[in-house]
């Protein structure tokens, strides 16, 4: 039995539950434990949303085995189309170390690549025939006769009839079975920037200037990034039986908002997968942060007020965010402006629901009192600064209660210290040295010399020297220590763990490894 609000709620449901699983892409119909359903009026393609980018990989490498097997049961190859970047990384990982156990055979499994860098070779570095290689193909059992990868080494007059000829491989094959997809940062999915038609086939394209500065660390700087590309086309990925969008992290939250909520168009290319009909967008929850399901739970779907106070509250708390309102200052207008009458009329009144809401809050702040006393306390910062940003009263407080705080800062955050911050630092350094120190200070100066030589012949977006990495890490470290000093914890009691993944002098890290748990934990 509903409480009395909850049936004013008309539910119109097109058939029986059956029907309507059946009618769901056959990916979404294998999870229906973890998946929410596209809603008709908000989200244009199938969503699902688990907690993390782990889950995102585990649960596409079941359906990409599942279809390996079934294709299989029909005497079959398996057709698979393959993505580049960070976001499969998991995918592939998870398929690798399903083979090792003997889940799976790849012996049958023809892939076909979305796209390629033209104008370097195979085994250029940054080459996605050396991605694939790496992180997959030579893992596996693949016959390297099944392997397709667009060629990037043509010359431009080849191009053309190399693109055809990819074309009908494809269709040779028998058309993909799974299409994997990531989305850029602009929207692309494969090479397909803004601007492109969904009836575009395999062709050279000129990359985004965004795509490339986002391709400039591991490449080494932006004159290195190729200007040009070969990529399937919308048309052929929108060929493919099924589609999975996989998406991960914060950063891909808006272009996923928008790809899955607005009118397809060509200046966003992922928005075309709204015309498949066997589609489905695979989110971690920090990618799905933007969806209105998140920002607005009850918009995607029917909510039962009188039962669902952690509901209400958020919705409280979103109201007062948009209208730029206290929550004690809200009233009934305001709910009925937003459509949510019906949550004020489960609580009374909306000065009762704003009273609770805010009651409700301001017990969540910790008094001092309520806080640890004269005890140990670790305090673990991803970055030299998260620590103060994100809890600099709460460790005044802890120091207050007569605590020994310490802090540990995980990784030396050198790729947010500017290049200029590293010249004004050698600068004085190189002062200091002549004026403070006389002939014993030639040495600091000569090295100071060499330190400033090379932050000048650094090009743009390039991977960090070490010795300016080490230079950016200690100008860090400084600044934390300062920060914590403030805070009212010595010098002596902050620590630079330095974990190894993050070292490597670009925005993309390697994956967390024994090593950095083992640093952790002494």
């Not at 359906?63 to 398996?78: D, L, M």
């Not at 104008?119 to 397709?148: A, C, R, W």
């Not at 009144?349 to 140990?376: H, N, Y």
């Not at 802090?407 to 004026?435: C, K, M, P």
Request: hydrophobic share 40%.
């Amino acid at each position: 039995a509903l409480p009395p609000s909850c049936a004013r709620f008309p539910v119109h449901l097109k058939g029986s539950p059956a029907s309507l699983f059946a009618a769901a892409p056959l990916f979404c119909a294998k999870m229906t434990d973890t998946l929410h359903y596209a809603s008709s009026n908000v989200e244009r393609i199938p969503c699902t949303v688990v907690n993390t980018a782990l889950d995102v990989a585990q649960m596409v490498a079941t359906r990409v085995i599942e279809v390996i097997k079934n294709c299989e049961q029909q005497g079959k190859k398996a057709v698979l189309c393959l993505p580049t970047g960070s976001t499969p990384l998991g995918v592939y990982r998870e398929l690798c170390a399903a083979y090792d156990r003997g889940d799976v055979s790849f012996k049958n499994v023809i892939t076909f690549n979305l796209d390629e860098y033209c104008g370097i070779g195979h085994d250029h570095e940054e080459s996605y025939h050396t991605f694939m290689q790496q992180n997959l193909f030579s893992k596996i059992d693949i016959d390297p006769n099944n392997v397709h990868i667009p060629n990037g080494e043509l010359p431009e007059d080849r191009v053309a009839s190399f693109c055809v000829e990819y074309e009908n491989k494809i269709r040779q094959a028998g058309g993909i079975d799974l299409c994997l997809l990531g989305i850029g940062r602009t929207g692309h999915i494969a090479f397909n920037e803004p601007g492109s038609h969904p009836s575009t086939r395999t062709r050279m394209v000129t990359l985004d200037h965004k795509t490339r500065v986002d391709a400039a660390k591991s490449f080494g700087g932006m004159r290195n990034v190729p200007l040009r590309a070969v990529t399937m086309g919308v048309g052929t990925i929108l060929a493919s039986h099924e589609i999975l969008l996989l998406a991960t992290g914060e950063h891909k939250a808006q272009v996923i908002a928008r790809a899955v909520e607005e009118e397809r168009t060509a200046a966003l290319p992922a928005s075309y997968i709204q015309e498949h009909k066997n589609a489905c967008v695979v989110l971690d929850r920090p990618a799905a942060a933007s969806l209105r399901r998140t920002l607005q739970p009850w918009v995607a779907e029917a909510v039962c007020w009188e039962t669902n106070y952690a509901m209400a509250r958020r919705a409280v708390v979103w109201l007062s965010k948009t209208t730029g309102k206290p929550i004690t200052h809200l009233q009934e207008s305001d709910f009925e402006q937003m459509h949510l009458q019906e949550l004020v009329f489960a609580y009374g009144s909306a000065g009762s629901l704003c009273t609770r809401v805010f009651e409700d809050l301001m017990g969540r702040i910790k008094a001092t009192w309520q806080l640890p006393e004269k005890t140990t306390c670790v305090v673990f910062s991803p970055h030299p600064d998260d620590d103060v940003i994100c809890m600099g009263a709460t460790i005044a407080k802890l120091v207050e209660n007569e605590n020994r705080v310490h802090v540990a800062w995980q990784t030396n955050g050198s790729v947010a210290v500017r290049d200029a911050d590293v010249v004004r630092h050698l600068r004085f350094i190189r002062e200091a040295a002549q004026t403070q120190f006389g002939e014993t200070g030639e040495p600091m100066v000569q090295r100071a010399d060499e330190l400033l030589a090379l932050v000048r012949a650094k090009g743009e977006n390039e991977a960090e020297p070490e010795p300016l990495r080490d230079i950016k890490s200690h100008i860090r470290k400084t600044e934390a220590i300062s920060a914590i000093e403030v805070l009212g914890v010595p010098a002596e009691n902050g620590t630079l763990l330095d974990l190894p993944f993050y070292r490597t002098g670009m925005t993309k890290k390697k994956p967390v490894g024994e090593e950095d748990i083992e640093m952790t934990l002494q």
